[in-house]
């Protein structure tokens, strides 16, 4: 079945560092992928997505660019702020298969003035 | 307002009673989805409904039945819970198809003792 993986559980970086989140897809077919962001006490928030290989994703300064021969579309940012703390998550669509988002585990970023 | 509402935000209650969410999205949109979030924060799917049509059934317990009334509408019932149902229940909608972004609302954490 479709997965995704996100290696980080947690990153913990100082305000202007720069930010990968490292996520990695198994699915058949040609799938839809996304990042979504949650924050405490809210659901997740879509962020950004893209469909097809070599294709970028961006809003609020971070970005991500669809790899299907690596399959990967890792989560960067060149200057985080401390407003960026929040859970990641990474997802994808399989176009093979039915509507719903299948999820990574997330990733907890924390950011310290 | 334009959102995707939940009620309760909070429920608490005993091993064997039976508890029922509402879920409303105010967007027009036409599929509707729930997903569990547990205490890892880790979020599965667990139904979809299309105008009304259940198109994703995810392998869930017996015990949960999603209903909707309309397409604006998708409530959850669980009978009987059990304590491994413990968790955020969240409520999304979108447009339908592969593509689409999924709007969430803020969840209901359930608990059980």
């Known amino acids: 079945g479709d997965s995704v993986t996100q290696t980080e559980g947690q990153v913990a970086l100082s305000e202007e560092d720069f930010l990968t989140i490292h996520c990695n897809y198994s699915?058949?077919?040609?799938?839809?992928l996304f990042w979504y962001v949650q924050y405490p006490g809210e659901g997740p928030q879509f962020l950004f997505r893209?469909?097809?290989?070599?294709e970028k994703g961006s809003s609020r300064g971070f970005e991500a660019t669809y790899n299907k021969e690596a399959t990967s579309f890792h989560l960067q940012k060149a200057s985080v702020q401390e407003s960026d703390s929040a859970v990641y998550y990474c997802a994808l669509s399989d176009t093979g298969g039915a509507d719903r988002l299948t999820f990574g585990k997330g990733t907890q970023l924390i950011i310290q003035p | 307002e334009t959102a995707v509402f939940q009620t309760p935000n909070y429920h608490v209650t005993q091993v064997g009673n039976e508890v029922s969410f509402n879920c409303k999205q105010t967007l027009g949109h036409d599929t509707m989805y729930w997903y569990k979030q547990d205490s890892k924060k880790l979020l599965k799917i667990m139904f979809s409904?299309?105008?009304?049509?259940?198109?994703v059934n995810e392998t869930v317990p017996r015990r949960f039945s999603p209903q909707s009334s309309d397409k604006a509408h998708l409530n959850l019932r669980i009978k009987s819970v059990e304590p491994e149902d413990s968790a955020v229940y969240l409520c999304?909608?979108?447009?339908?198809?592969?593509?689409?972004?999924?709007?969430f609302g803020p969840g209901t954490r359930l608990t059980v003792l």
């Open positions: 699915a058949s077919g040609y799938p839809a």
């Open positions: 893209a469909s097809r290989d070599k």
């Open positions: 999304a909608s979108s447009w339908g198809g592969h593509y689409a972004e999924q709007f």
């Open positions: 409904y299309n105008n009304k049509q259940l198109i």
